[in-house]
């Protein structure tokens, strides 16, 4: 393949604790990515708020 399809541009900015907050071209909402459940426990922390973890949107994605 040679002729590129898609090109992602997202900026990725922290927020408070293990949040982080993603703004994708072309879309008007953020995407927060965090920790929650099994992660949390694993790094020994307790966010504000529970969000998906980048893993989560990985696998959902191949998965897809």
Known sequence: MSKVIHTSHITITPEEGPTRKAMIKGFSEPVFYG????IKKFYGLEPKKEHAATLDHIIGGVGG
Do not use: A, L
């Open 35 to 38: 920790v929650h459940g099994g």
